[in-house]
């Protein structure tokens, strides 16, 4: 088992205008393989962080490591490959592709990036994408537009496609705001499943406002608890 932090950020600090800090981390980290759930408010950043994390953003102090790389002394080019291969990423609003198909929408991380391509133990991406489908339930859809699809089957499309190619690290950004109580747990309970399945346990991390969510972590950090000294 490893100990190694798969997001390792110390001293950071970002804000949209200069002078007016959104977040100031003293220290956030989250050992390879867990599970982490962090509680924030709406409004406190937690999206603003993951964009940090992803490397979409880029923090005006500190450091940002992830899987051991840190971010702020990458170009951007080099921020995108880290993120189109090793990191699936599950959207509050999933960002599916309107115009594809769900089996297009499941395959979209293999075809921009040969890194999630070469993982795929099924044989071929049809195969792998068949093989997510069919273990996430969406199997008899995979030729629909994914428009098609209900909201709770867009959101096991969302797991498939990012965990497809098996990333390192999948971040997920409150996807079940819009499910009832009983859909949500079981959306969560396939999330936390399927994560756990690849060969090397899967580096989780799943941010929302609602603290109730924590069970099914292996550990629940609060937003507020990791910063320091923010106006405002
Ligand atoms: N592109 C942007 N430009 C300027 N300010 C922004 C931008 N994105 C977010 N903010 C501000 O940064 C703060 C944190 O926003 P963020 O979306 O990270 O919070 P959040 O915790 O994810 O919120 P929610 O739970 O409501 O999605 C908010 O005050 C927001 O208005």
Redesign the pocket.
């Known amino acids: 088992m490893t100990t190694a932090a798969a997001i390792h950020l110390r001293d950071v600090q970002f804000g ?2 200069p002078g007016h800090p ?1 977040l100031q981390i003293d220290d956030f980290s989250v050992p390879a393989g867990r599970r982490v759930f962090l509680h ?12 940090l994390i992803s490397g979409v953003l880029v923090a005006q102090r500190g450091s940002v490591t992830v899987l051991g790389q840190d971010l702020t002394k990458l170009s951007a080019p080099a921020r995108d490959t880290l993120r189109g291969s090793q990191i699936g990423y599950i959207f ?1 609003g999933f960002n599916l592709i309107p115009y594809l198909t769900v089996a297009e929408n499941i395959a979209l991380p293999c075809d921009l990036h040969p890194a999630r391509r070469k993982r795929i133990v099924a044989g071929s991406v049809v195969d792998e994408v068949a093989r997510l489908a069919r273990r996430l339930d969406i199997h008899t859809h995979l030729d629909a537009p994914v428009t098609h699809l209900s909201t709770g089957q867009q959101q096991r499309v969302a797991i498939a496609r990012a965990i497809i190619g098996a990333p390192e690290l999948v971040i997920a ?2 996807p079940t705001s819009s499910l009832d109580t009983d859909r949500r747990d079981a959306f969560l309970a396939l999330l936390t499943e399927v994560t756990s399945e690849a060969k090397d346990p899967t580096t989780l991390l799943f ?3 609602d603290r109730s969510l924590a069970s099914h972590f292996d550990e629940m950090l609060s ?1 507020e608890g990791l910063r320091a000294g923010v106006a405002g």
């Open positions: 949209y205008k959104i924030g408010p709406s409004g406190s950043g937690k999206t603003t962080l993951l964009s509050q950004d409150e941010v929302s406002h937003l």
